[in-house]
Each structure stands twice: as C-alpha cells, then as structure tokens.
C-alpha cells in the first residue's frame, strides 16, 4: 500500500481468490519499479570514481576534524597535556 496507494481493502479484493504466489509476485515487481530510481542513481554514481573519491576524501576530512576535537577534550579531562 505505501507504494502503490491503494488502500489495504483495495489491494485484498484485488488478490481474493488468488494465492499467496500472486501477491508475493505482485509486491515484488511494485517494490521493484519503486526502488528503480534508487537503482539508476547507484548506477550512475559508480560510474563517477573520481566523484566518489572526493565525497570519501571530503568525509575523511570532516571526520579527522571531529575526532580530534572529541580526542583533545578527553586529553584535557583527562588531565593529559597536548
């Protein structure tokens, strides 16, 4: 129902009398065309190492800055001298 927006009485009488194979074919292809997009981005963002690298770098980068000031600040608590 969130990917369709049907509500769950319309998505049950459009599966009575069919078993569960049906619907579980039925969720797998909606979900499918859902995650679609998602799947062509991926795509095209695998395509661009060099932008891919510098997302990585860019992050490492905010990441050291971060854990240093988290390590400096348990130094100084800590009663260490930097």
């Known amino acids: 129902s969130a990917f369709t927006?049907?509500?769950?009485?319309?998505?049950?009488g459009?599966?009575?009398?069919k078993g569960y194979g049906d619907f579980k074919m039925a969720v797998g292809e909606t979900v499918a065309d859902a995650l679609a997009p998602v799947r062509e981005r991926f795509a095209e963002l695998m395509?661009?190492?060099?932008y891919l690298d510098a997302c990585c770098a860019e992050g490492?980068?905010?990441a050291m800055r971060i854990s240093r000031r988290t390590r400096d600040k348990v130094y100084k608590k800590m009663g260490f001298t930097l």
């Open 14 to 17: 459009e599966f009575e009398g």
């Open 60 to 62: 490492l980068e905010q």
């Open 47 to 50: 395509k661009d190492r060099a």
């Open 5 to 12: 927006g049907k509500s769950d009485g319309e998505i049950t």
